[in-house]
């Protein structure tokens, strides 16, 4: 029987098994299905994903994200704030301030550390991708999908998509509680004019820099909380004018809050925390 160390980490109730590639050796065939399995709350561990931490020509540490349903997402704004904690805490890296590799480019982290912990993280997640082509979404020929009217089942809607390194589309509504998360997020996750996929947001706007946010991932379904989704939110707050530019946002998410900018440098910081849950043995 094959077996790996793991160490099982939230961001805000977004949990991912973490695994240590600098330590262990999982063939790449068995990824997508090894993450499958991990997950499940019965026969396995029981998480939203899998996420590796592996060795990187370019920086200290490289992540590689596997949702709940085995595809590979480019970037993972929770996972980012725990690799950082587990590269720090496990002398990895022996700065406070240090890169980490994703698919979809560098980030740079800062962890801030209590009694030899590390409690919150930001991370500079660099700049949102508005591009149509840069989502990816097929459509009108306005080059940004910024408030654009999106139809699905006969019904009338407006969107607003942003990559952060990974696909958002952002729904704006009266009221989170009722937010249909669980009926618009898997029909619009998987619709064509996505040919990537999308994760799927929805925003109720408090003040100008306050938003509550519900998200349905590409790949795992509801979680608690989405860290580049919840960045995506912010940019696509202020390109529609609701919530300022260079301002601290707070955004709710269902696991708690998350603080963004988007800087006038155009760059999106995300500050939280980051937690450990458990270390074991996985046998497969
Ligand atoms: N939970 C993540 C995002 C994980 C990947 C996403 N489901 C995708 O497929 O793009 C986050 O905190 O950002």
Redesign the pocket.
Known sequence: MNKFSFTKMH?LG?SYIYVNMFEETIPESLLSSLAVKVSNVNTGIGA??MILICPSEVAPVKMR?F?SDG?E???????LRCVAKYAYEHGMVKDRSFFIETLSGLVKAEVTVENGAVTNVTIDMGKPRLKRSEIPMIGLDAERVVAEPFEVDGKQYEITAVS?G??HVIFYVDDITTAPVTTLGPIVEKDERFPE?V?VEFVEVVNDHELHFRVW????GV?Q??????CAAVVASVLNGKTARNKETVVHLAGGDLIITWTDEGNVRMTGPAETICTGVYYY
């Open positions: 961001g977004n939203d994903g994200i949702n595809s997402g480019k970037n993972c704004g929770n996972g952060m990974n696909p996929g994760n991932e590409r790949g795992s979680t909380a989405c860290g580049t989704g919840a």
